[in-house]
């Protein structure tokens, strides 16, 4: 925004210069004014000059009119000039607050040091204050104070000096609701105590405590606190309502609802379900918690027994998923009419739309509500236990989805036939390794100290430990901080013993592969058939089937050959992760499980490994496949794989009845050693339809 008077100070002239480029470009050139990105350039704050002074504000000001008087124009902006001239730790302050303020006004494009960026919300409060008042131009002396502040720290970093408490001068209300906000356990307590002296128990619950809950989720949805980070606020939540509740006794009304919560029958998976249960239990609900792999008529008969005001359940996997809608309609069939929020890896916010009919044209009508995380099961059953109106208004949107939804699927919904194609025509065949032996082996002499190398640790922070959305610096402080101090010590803990019992039986079977279906052979009789897994093909695509790897059978008996393989963490730590769990350790629990789902990976990983270098592959060739998954979904062939390679009597390991492994941290695999294998998903459409 610059022109023949110079550069533009002020946010009308900026739109004016803005407006004239604008013209030239899409009247005189044809140019969409989606090809324009005008930068609305910004003046140092640091030299304290008059002129200056309120530089920023028109640099904001000036993109938020660009952005409305001339739609479709994008704006840029180089963050960094507002603060020149000021010291490094002052700089990224402001800097982080300018450009969440340029952002809020709808910059599209920002040049920054990504790493001295601090999301505004992780700002320390004083800090954040200090900034905003310099960039907003709010008192005369804010650029003195922001000088001072920073030669007192000494440098310190932005993180840092968030870190301190800095609201002892605060109301009590502000200061519980920063303590749960900000993870600060100690002196909660003291805290609770002084808001007695001012405000009825009753009241502290719903109108200091709550809320403060309220702003953790809100922020967390805005991707602006990670999982971990909700969990600590829970243990202080949970730690402020142990507290409260001595006075809580005798009040009537004090539970917002009741919910009955459990994984479905044969899934041994809870950790999503633990969230939920700490996310609404922390928020005044009264959870019924009835574990996990629990059968549909103990739910149901907990909920009658209560009086719940809705039944919530989770599934890790789609064959699993299958008993959500049993509840639906066993419901329908005993006349009961209690709400149902599912949720969980295997299902998405289709399926629970497809759920909600009971057959044809006929809806559950209390209704079936998807949540995509608990934070969405918070909001839901919000609403399902607010005013009658609301309910019903917001279960009547509900059905009015399945609706639609259905109409939409049935339009689209053609027959998913096989035209018969394989992958083999674009797949090379060489002759088969030779495996060292044939049959299973037992190791259980594992060193945990050999998994470490194994560790995916991207999949750990940023999946299992819930470190997806930070960014920048405050990913670094975090991994630095938070992540790599944690790993580190469950490392030595595990290395002590008595958390970690790493046990793994794996064998080679003559095989090979005949249409869509894996033969195994008898070891001591490669002729004689000895088990046979049937996988799914690709409709479409490349027409992959995991049967193309391997060479069709050689006069009626094996050609080829696979690996099988089991592996298990052991027993100690899923008691481990319940102790903390019910000892309202919520962050333990959920790193420790992470940690632990991680150390399987990597054993499974390192026997692969193993199983290439005893077949004389090169490293990285072949792939490992898990039952559950796209090219294997069939879980019952768990079945088999535990008679091959007598996986129980081997490492301890069993199957349930819905053929899930336990313990929970164990994986199983067949180990295909083509050259060519990759991973992919197969009868997507198929299940989709028989769905």
């Known amino acids: 925004t610059i022109d023949e008077a110079g550069m533009a100070k002020t946010a009308r002239r900026k739109l004016e210069i803005a407006q004239r480029i604008h013209d030239i470009v899409t009247a005189e050139y044809a140019l969409p004014p989606g090809a324009l990105i005008i930068d609305a350039l910004v003046f140092t704050l640091a030299t304290g000059d008059a002129e200056f002074l309120n530089a920023a504000v028109e640099t904001i000001e000036g993109i938020r009119l660009i952005k409305r008087e001339l739609p479709g124009v994008l704006t840029s902006l180089g963050v960094s000039n507002v603060s020149f001239g000021l010291k490094p730790a002052a700089r990224a302050a402001i800097n982080s607050v300018m450009l969440h303020h340029c952002v809020e006004a709808g910059l599209d494009m920002a040049i920054v040091h990504a790493k001295d960026i601090t999301p505004y919300a ?305 797949l090379s065949y060489g002759a088969p390794p030779r495996p060292p032996f044939l049959g299973a082996r037992t190791v259980d002499d594992v060193d945990v100290r050999t998994l470490w190398p194994h560790f995916d640790l991207k999949s750990l922070y940023r999946l299992s430990w819930g470190g997806a959305n930070a960014k920048g610096e405050a990913w670094e402080q975090l991994v ?52 046979r897994f049937p996988f799914t093909r690709q409709i479409g695509g490349e027409h992959l089937c995991l049967a193309d790897y391997l060479l069709e059978p050689n006069d009626g008996g094996a050609s080829d050959v696979i690996a099988l393989q089991v592996v298990t963490m052991g027993r100690d730590v899923t008691g481990a992760i319940d102790a903390a769990q019910a000892a309202n350790d919520y962050s333990e629990s959920y790193f420790l499980h992470g940690f632990a789902v991680q150390a399987a990976e990597a054993l499974a990983e390192a026997m692969h490994d193993r199983v290439r270098r005893e077949l004389g592959l090169e490293a990285g060739r072949g792939k490992r496949y898990s039952w559950g998954y796209g090219a294997c979904p069939d879980l019952a062939q768990h079945e088999i794989v535990w008679r091959l390679l007598d996986a129980a009597a081997a490492i301890g390991t069993e199957l349930t009845e819905g053929f899930q492994i336990m313990p929970e941290q164990s994986t199983a695999a067949i180990a295909m050693h083509h050259p060519q294998a990759t991973y992919f998903n197969a009868g997507a459409v198929r299940e989709l339809t028989l769905a």
């Open 122 to 426: 992780e700002l320390g409060t004083l800090e954040r204050g200090l900034c905003d008042d310099l960039v907003l131009n709010r008192r005369p002396d804010a650029l003195q104070r922001v000088i001072e502040h920073w030669e007192a720290l000494g440098g310190a970093t932005v993180a840092a000096a968030g870190k301190v408490d800095d609201d002892a001068g605060e109301p009590i209300e502000v200061r519980i609701h920063n303590a749960i906000l900000r993870r600060r356990k100690d002196g909660i307590e003291a805290k609770i105590d002084e808001v007695l002296a001012l405000r009825d128990p009753v009241d502290v619950l719903n109108n200091v405590l709550l809320p403060a809950m309220k702003d953790v989720g809100d922020k967390f949805g805005a991707g602006e606190l990670i999982l971990p980070f909700v969990l600590q606020s829970a243990e202080v939540m949970k730690k402020a309502v142990a507290h409260l509740e001595q006075f809580l006794e005798r009040t009537e009304g004090v539970s917002k609802g009741k919910i009955v919560l459990a994984t479905v029958f044969g899934d041994v998976h809870d950790i999503g379900k633990n969230l939920v249960n700490t996310i609404l239990s922390n928020n005044g609900y009264t959870v019924y918690d009835l574990g996990k792999q629990v059968p549909m008529n103990v739910i149901l008969e907990k909920a009658v027994e209560v009086g719940a005001d809705a039944i919530g359940l989770s599934a890790l996997l789609v064959s699993t998923s299958k008993q959500m809608p049993i509840c639906v309609k066993e419901q329908d069939a005993r006349g009961m009419a209690f709400p149902v929020v599912v949720g969980g890896a295997a299902i998405n916010r289709d399926f629970g739309r497809r759920i909600a009919f009971i057959e044809d044209e006929r809806l559950f009508e209390p209704g079936v509500f998807y949540a995509k995380d608990a934070f969405e099961g918070l909001d839901i059953v919000d609403r399902l236990t607010s005013s009658a109106e609301m309910r019903e208004s917001f279960r009547s949107e509900m059905l009015a989805e399945a609706r639609t939804a259905r109409a939409r699927a049935l339009a689209a919904q053609a027959p998913a036939t096989s035209d018969g194609r394989t992958a083999r025509t674009t």
């Open 480 to 531: 630095r901080e938070e992540f790599e101090p944690r790993l580190a010590a469950f490392q030595r803990r595990a290395e002590a013993g008595g958390v970690l019992a790493p046990k793994a039986v794996y064998g080679y079977f003559p095989a090979a592969g005949l249409g869509d279906d894996v033969i195994v052979y008898d070891p001591g009789d490669p002729r004689r058939e000895i088990a």
